[in-house]
């Protein structure tokens, strides 16, 4: 199983940015998946997730300014994040989660002040 984390970058407070999660060596459509982020210091916590159903949960930090979709065609989880700050600053983890759970490599997002 591979989750291949793209789309982090460097951008300035109130910018945006696109992560999108690449899934290969499993059922994609059976698992939920999941964002998570990480920031220096701090442990990981969940930014969003959404459910092999289409349910979606946020975490109240994203609530409002950012979206998780997927599309099961091409195996793949997004996250639209708006309205960045720099508290935002971390590195961003997809996750795959069913009976196993699986993670991916990271991606950092970088918001400058």
């Known amino acids: 199983v591979q989750l291949q984390a793209s789309g982090g970058g460097l951008v300035q407070t109130g910018g945006s940015l696109r992560l999108s999660c690449a899934a290969s060596?499993?059922?994609?459509?059976?698992?939920?998946m999941g964002w998570y982020r990480q920031a220096p210091g701090k442990q990981r916590e969940l930014v969003a997730e959404?459910?092999?159903?289409?349910?979606?949960n946020y975490a109240d930090s994203a609530k409002g300014r950012f979206a998780i979709s997927r599309d099961n065609a091409k195996n793949t989880v997004y996250l639209q994040m708006n309205s960045l700050q720099p508290e935002d600053t971390a590195v961003y983890y997809c996750?795959?989660?069913?009976?196993?759970?699986?993670w991916g490599q990271g991606t950092q997002v970088t918001v400058s002040s």
């Open positions: 996750n795959a989660r069913s009976v196993f759970t699986y």
């Open positions: 060596g499993l059922i994609f459509s059976s698992y939920n």
């Open positions: 959404i459910t092999n159903g289409g349910f979606t």
